[in-house]
């Protein structure tokens, strides 16, 4: 079967006082990250991949609203909410992330606040030369450090000189902030001799941490003004002036997607986007493989970009439109490691992991949507096969709507790629898998965010339509659920929605 890493979401009681969880001496961090959604997808190589017990496909049908979680707060949501539960707790919280610079913890059994940190000022629409979000403030999913109990995030703040980007430090305790931190973007790039305009730079996609640094992913705002680049800033967790940097070598070439930054444990993965004016190829339109430290290096074992690279940076149609997911297939030492990158101009890349594959070198090509594909994929496994779960409409379904599109990728040197199923959902919300242990009864979720605004649930093997909810009102695109607690948990603005089965 192929390896994918799963979340394991535990049932937990409904929940008493979260004082003692949050205030409590050491706890077995591992234990509690087992049953916590840490990072984007639940884990750093982006699977999507829960195990929820109990959540077969007959279940899944009879999901309904949990009447007594209700979640209310001000500001509009874009990133996806993190969960954290320490071992010994009967409830755990929700961390939400809001563009009015807001951060809250939620108590995840009654939706009652726990705490709540403004960071600043968001920055407004019309001090920026061009975006489409407004207020602009935390976009890209924060990431939790389960050892130190400390949450990372971006947040976009206004200033008497301007729009800044901030990386902060927050206790999970209190949200108070780490000494030290927030880190100013722009004055630690300066100090290392790099130049960032925090008015052009955005900042989307997905942070992660490997070892003992958190990595943020940046790029432009929508519209591609102003001069920025693709760029990986990368943070001692626990000396912030230490900084390192990675950025693409030609104008542009964003790394914008929601997933953000991916990981196998042992390197780092992005995307980068669309270049400008590159008469040269110079690290857009990419998978990039980069070392800890950020080191690159341009061996075809360390990028990958489509031979057309250049016609791609000329039509818009980023590779980087969704982040790279690393998979294995196979078990031990016989298992083939593997990337999938999915784009704008409809196409999937299956590439080895051990050799990217330098300009044209995938293991295979192949049309699988009739339009672009934004958002991050899901990885899960049906009898000896992987399975990628994408939201798009499959050119391998022509008489279905689309939506949500799952392929069917094989083993072999030259893998081959087919469309498994295709299900209708109107929108552009990011899917996610969940099983009940890893193989049984997978279940594919996804929103159709600014679209239907429905959460939608199908069986992972056939397609099989199980669940559709009500319309859920607030719903902002590229929104990814996560499961937790025994609950499917949706952000939109001002509220979470959480389902019960």
């Keep these: 079967m192929p390896r994918i890493a799963n979340i394991v979401v535990r049932g937990i009681l409904a929940a008493a006082s979260l004082s003692w969880m949050l205030t409590s001496g050491p706890i077995n961090t591992a234990v509690a990250q087992q049953a916590s959604v840490t990072t984007y997808h639940g884990d750093p190589a982006r699977h999507g991949n829960f195990i929820v017990p109990g959540l077969t496909w007959d279940k899944a049908r009879f999901g309904y609203p949990d009447p007594t979680f209700n979640a209310r707060f001000p500001g509009h949501v874009y990133a996806q909410p993190l969960y954290w539960w320490p071992v010994g707790s009967k409830a755990g919280i929700l961390i939400v992330a809001t563009e009015e610079d807001g951060v809250l913890a939620i108590d995840a059994a009654t939706g009652k606040i726990v705490w709540q940190k403004s960071l600043g000022r968001a920055v407004s629409r019309d001090e920026l030369p061009c975006g489409n979000i407004d207020p602009l403030g935390i976009t890209g999913t924060p990431v939790i450090d389960p050892r130190t109990r400390v949450i990372y995030l971006d947040a976009a703040v206004h200033s008497p000189s301007g729009p800044r980007h901030k990386i902060f430090a927050l206790s999970l305790r209190d949200g108070s902030t780490i000494g030290g931190w927030p880190v100013d973007v722009a004055e630690a790039l300066r100090a290392v001799g790099q130049r960032f305009d925090p008015a052009a730079q955005g900042e989307r996609g997905a942070l992660t941490i490997l070892g003992d640094r958190v990595y943020v992913p940046f790029g432009g705002n929508y519209g591609d003004c102003g001069t920025y680049h693709g760029l990986v800033v990368g943070i001692a967790t626990g000396n912030p002036m230490d900084v390192k940097a990675w950025r693409t070598r030609a104008r542009a070439g964003g790394i914008w997607a929601p997933g953000g930054i991916s990981s196998d444990g042992k390197s780092l993965y992005v995307a980068t986007g669309n270049t400008i004016d590159a008469a040269q190829w110079g690290d857009g339109e990419a998978i990039v493989r980069l070392a800890p430290e950020l080191g690159h290096s341009l061996r075809e074992e360390d990028y990958f970009a489509p031979s057309n690279w250049h016609e791609l940076d000329d039509r818009d149609a980023d590779l980087g439109g969704t982040g790279p997911l690393a998979f294995d297939i196979g078990n031990g030492n016989t298992a083939e490691a593997r990337i999938i990158a999915l784009g704008k101009d409809g196409r999937a890349y299956v590439l080895d992991r051990n050799r990217l594959g330098g300009i044209g070198g995938e293991l295979a090509a192949v049309t699988v949507s009739t339009g672009p594909v934004i958002t991050a994929p899901a990885a899960y496994s049906v009898a000896r096969s992987a399975l990628i779960a994408f939201g798009g409409a499959g050119s391998g379904c022509p008489d279905e709507p689309g939506g949500v599109t799952v392929l069917k990728i094989d083993a072999g040197d030259r893998p081959a790629i087919s469309t498994a199923w295709c299900g209708s959902v ?76």
Aim: aromatic share 12%.
């Design 426 to 501: 109107g929108g552009w919300g990011a899917p996610i898998v969940t099983t009940t242990d890893g193989q049984a009864n997978p279940i594919v979720w996804s929103l159709g965010a600014e679209g239907d605004d429905r959460l939608h649930g199908f069986r992972g093997d056939t397609g099989e339509p199980l669940f559709r909810s009500e319309r859920l009102q607030g719903l902002r695109h590229f929104q990814t659920l996560i499961a937790a607690h025994s609950h499917l948990y949706v952000a939109a603005d001002g509220r979470i929605f959480a389902f019960a089965f």
